[in-house]
């Protein structure tokens, strides 16, 4: 019998008619790579966030085989100034805890210092970020959770820490200025008494885990059950979890298709804790549940009305045999969103799904690929048959329960299928992104979509002031930076994108529009505040200015984010809350990062100015510190390695401060013929570019350095009243020098205090003489400090300071040490020696210190191995601090004074162990030692 094949058969004579075989293989484009796995496991688990960014900014996600996380973080490249994205560290740490168990969910905490990992099994490990982004610990471990199919975790959320931040409701123009909204908001319980980390999760068998640490860091549970219903309905899919004033609010969705909706208290006993009782033997706080329970049954066709909008608004979905499948559950929290404390009401967000390869020819199978249905939750009075009016009530003061409903809104229909919802922008934008890399924003109060701009005069989020993503690869997976201009897409492969935000800053089709443009600005500003308000990286912001904004521009920024914060930038008067003041290091770290053009280069005035203020900043804080604990009788201050920094960052200041008289001096002879000519002496004053200049006529700066000399002389007479005997011999030896060094400065203290109160006088007469109060001071004052300009208010404060404050100094200082002095090291100069010194050597951002090459030839020829350090990723400035303290007494200094994890700039650290890592790719300056 011959084969059919052989026959040639015709395979549309096999199915009766022709042309029937059409495979649907020019219906549109393929599918994203991926979707179909994606949109499975969304359906079966609604706790998979694969990739996350924390509010520090470190980046972590699952690889593709499932098995390993990797992180990553944003970093300045010191080579040249460009923002990217930097090597994956993997965290072996999280393999070994979950012995090659796939891994399914990450999510970092409020503050973004602590990640929970789960895998499929439910067991969940706890990882902090230490003192660097990619040095990160395990905190706990998966042996305290059992291995089994049903404790799967459908649901997470970590317990807000008990804070008040700072939050902005929008910017809106008057009077052809922006104003800004500043307002406190207050945080959202429950707390952990002991202000520990704790978080919250469902499991797919309906039980509630409250996952807590005691005051001794040890972890705690206390499990409970959701709910008591039946088996069937007892196996939960999605879970979402939202903290309220009202208590913790929390849907899920089980595999019988039904929402339901509780209300949970989490009390705890003792609801106070103070940590200074630690050391008594007291009972920890312990929690305890109590449950209020809303339940919503849903039909088995969640599309029970036809109602919508968008492309597929018109067509009939199905009642009965629903193919739509719920993807993602959210509850929306009813944040404080205004500065008069409204609250908006929370409300629940399901998105349903079609089958990727639904076929069209079937009625039931029509429909828009991805539908997100909504409802808002309300608060209403029961209400009861009349017949219980003819019931005389047991009290008399009874009153009616107010019971939950939620009340259906207008679902929204989406030609696209949904890959992920997050609320971005502080809240105030809810991102849905697409399988295409589309990401649409929308209000989360109206749910209008966020187009462009609409209102010139106000200003709520990036979205709304017209910044968008523009499409790029496709991803299965994205996570949005803190401030949500930037986000990390993850493809099949486990691929990690980098996307930023755009705007046309104004430009369109040839033309400009300054209102768009100023509306940008605003926009920028507003995000940079919110950030610097709740203490979160604003790295990504300052990627889209550099990226975007042009020098002109970015001076523009800076001067908004100033009026926004907002930041005195006039220091004549009250200086003593210059130390505590918490933005004014944000502002000054924004505007010498935006001048930074690489390591080799140059910064411009602009930048350097503010650069030199923080690192007089983190000198002052220190010496500040010392002096503090010092004089507490409890030597605390005492411990060798502060007195360590404290002789780095002494010698560092002094070095400083014979720099900025060198160029005084220097400056003054150069101008010793124009001082009988304003017209001559202003014309030459606009082309000095000198640091020294504009630090000693700005008020801000001038002011840290008036701190400075005060502890130094601190510093000098606590030491006289200090028994040397009773110090250890490491920490004399070091005390000894700090003394030294200070009595054998080529310029005393006082000297210099008195110059510094000349200058302090020159400018008060300036500003006299011109007629400036205090109300007109902050205008020349930002034009020095932003713009590094001389105001023409302040040229004259120049005059005298050259003419006369610097020529009666002479004869109390040893100019010719001053003049000899070795300044290469400080960074500031203009010289072939500080270029020389910058190409060749790093000095500790931390302790002032100068450290040995990162390569090293040893005795017998051989290259010895590179000493890790850590590299600020914002400034590229190292430290030689590549672990945690060993001192107690360090380590407390260093965490008070946010040094742990953070530079003196603001900007976090990463650990760097290889050479090329070290210089920013081919900058390799250690080759020469």
């Known amino acids: 019998m011959p084969l059919i094949m052989e026959e040639g058969l015709n395979v549309d004579d096999l199915f009766g008619e022709s042309g029937s075989l059409e495979l649907g293989l020019t219906a549109g484009p393929p599918p994203t790579k991926g979707l179909a796995q994606c949109q499975d496991e969304m359906r079966l688990l609604g706790c998979r966030q694969k990739i996350a960014w924390s509010r520090l900014g470190c980046i972590a996600y699952i690889s593709a085989d499932g098995l390993r996380v990797n992180v990553c973080h944003l970093k300045c490249r010191p080579s040249d100034g460009k923002w990217v994205l930097s090597e994956d560290t993997p965290l072996t740490a999280v393999t070994e805890a979950h012995g090659g168990t796939s891994l399914v969910h990450l999510s970092w905490n409020e503050t973004g210092s602590e990640m929970a990992v789960v895998d499929c099994l439910g067991r969940i490990s706890i990882y902090s970020v230490s003192i660097a982004l990619n040095s990160i610990t395990a905190v706990r471990q998966t042996h305290f959770d059992s291995s089994d199919d049903s404790n799967q975790i459908v649901g997470m959320m970590w317990l807000n820490t008990q804070r008040m931040v700072h939050a902005f409701h929008q910017a809106a123009k008057v009077n052809g200025r922006w104003a800004y909204s500043p307002f406190r908001r207050r945080p959202i319980g429950p707390f952990h008494p002991a202000n520990k980390n704790a978080l919250i999760c469902v499991t797919r068998a309906g039980q509630i885990r409250l996952i807590f640490q005691n005051p001794d860091s040890k972890w705690a549970e206390l499990p409970a059950e959701l709910k008591s219903t039946g088996y069937s309905d ?18 899920t969705y089980s595999v019988c298709q039904k929402i339901c909706l509780y209300r949970v208290q989490i009390s705890w006993n003792p609801p106070q804790w103070d940590n200074a009782q630690a050391k008594q033997p007291i009972q920890f706080p312990i929690p305890s549940f109590a449950f209020q329970h809303c339940k919503i049954d849903m039909p088995s066709s969640i599309f029970n009305v036809n109602q919508g909008s968008g492309e597929h608004a018109d067509h009939p979905l199905p009642f009965h045999n629903s193919i739509y499948s719920l993807t993602w559950l959210e509850i929306m929290p009813g944040q404080i969103d205004s500065p008069t404390g409204s609250t908006a009401s929370p409300w629940i967000l399901a998105v349903f799904a079609k089958p990727l390869h639904a076929t069209p020819e079937y009625p039931d199978q029509q429909g828009p690929p991805s539908v997100i249905v909504r ?14 009016d003819e019931v005389a009530p047991k009290k008399s003061n009874a009153q009616v329960k107010s019971k939950m409903e939620l009340r259906r809104l207008d679902d929204i229909h989406c030609d696209k299928y949904i890959v992920s919802v997050d609320i971005v922008e502080h809240g105030t934008a809810l991102a849905v992104t697409h399988d295409d890399s589309s990401i649409a924003f929308y209000d989360t109060r109206t749910m209008a979509v966020f187009n462009g701009l609409h209102d010139a005069s106000t200003v709520t989020c990036l979205a709304q002031a017209g910044f968008q993503f523009p499409m790029d690869s496709a991803g299965i997976s994205i996570a949005f930076s803190p401030n949500s201009c930037a986000a990390i897409a993850l493809d099949s492969e486990g691929q990690t994108h980098l996307r930023t935000m755009e705007h046309p800053f104004g430009s369109n089709d040839g033309l400009y529009d ?73 502002c000054l770290s924004l505007q010498a990062a935006l001048g930074f053009k690489g390591k080799l280069k140059r910064r411009s005035l602009s930048s350097a100015v503010p650069w030199a203020i923080l690192q007089l900043r983190h000198a002052a804080v220190l010496i500040a510190y010392f002096f503090q ?27 400083f401060i014979q720099f900025i008289l060198s160029e005084a001096f220097d400056l003054a002879d150069e101008f010793d013929t124009l001082f009988t000519d304003q017209e001559a002496f202003t014309q030459k004053l606009k082309t000095v570019n000198s640091v020294p200049l504009l630090i000693l006529i700005s008020s801000m700066s001038r002011a840290f350095l008036r701190f400075v000399c005060r502890g130094l002389r601190g510093v000098h007479s606590g030491f006289t009243q200090t028994n040397p005997a009773t110090l250890p011999s490491v920490s004399r030896a070091y005390y000894t020098e700090i003394c030294q060094i200070l009595e054998s400065s080529p310029v005393r203290i006082d000297v210099y205090e008195k110059f510094l109160a000349g200058v302090d006088s020159a400018v008060k007469h300036a500003y006299q003489g011109s007629g400036f109060g205090d109300a007109e001071r902050p205008g020349p004052e930002k034009e020095l400090l932003i713009n590094a ?67 090293a030839v040893g005795r017998n020829g051989r290259v010895v191995q590179p000493q890790k350090r850590r590299r600020c990723v914002r400034c590229g400035e190292v430290s030689g601090d590549a672990a945690l303290p060993k001192s107690l007494t360090y380590f407390k200094m260093v965490a008070k004074l946010n040094m742990l994890r953070c530079c003196p700039c603001g900007g976090m650290w990463m650990l760097e162990s290889e050479p090329g890592e070290r210089d920013g790719n081919n900058l390799s300056h250690g080759q020469h030692a």
């Not at 007892?234 to 849907?251: D, E, F, P």
């Not at 990286?537 to 001076?555: F, G």
């Not at 604990?629 to 010698?651: F, M, S, T, Y």
């Open 514 to 586: 300054d209102s768009k443009f100023s509306c940008a600005i605003a926009a920028l500003t507003l995000a940079f505040s919110r950030g610097c308000g709740a203490e979160v990286n604003t790295d990504d912001i300052l990627m889209v200015a550099l990226r975007q904004l042009t020098p002109e521009a970015q001076s523009t920024f800076s001067g908004e984010v100033y009026r926004a914060l907002p930041v005195n930038v006039n220091w004549t008067v009250e200086t003593e809350k210059l130390m505590a003041h918490p933005y004014i290091p944000r």
């Open 234 to 251: 007892r196996l939960l899919t999605h879970a979402s979890i939202v903290a309220t004033q009202a208590g913790i609010l929390i849907t």
């Open 375 to 388: 409802w808002q939750l309300e608060t209403a009075s029961q209400v009861f048959h009349p017949k219980f």
């Open 629 to 655: 604990h010092g004089n507490k009788g409890q030597g605390e201050a005492h411990d060798p390695e502060i007195l360590r920094v404290l002789l780095g960052n002494i010698k560092w200041v002094l070095d």
């Open 789 to 855: 300009r001389i105001p023409p208010v302040l040229v004259t404060a120049v005059a005298t300071l050259l003419r006369q404050t610097v020529p009666s100094m002479k004869a109390e200082i040893n100019r010719k040490d001053i003049l000899l002095g070795d300044y290469s090291w400080l960074g500031f100069g203009t010289d072939a020696r500080t270029a020389m010194y910058r190409r060749h050597r790093d000095v500790d951002i931390l302790k002032k210190v100068p450290l040995r090459p990162p390569l």
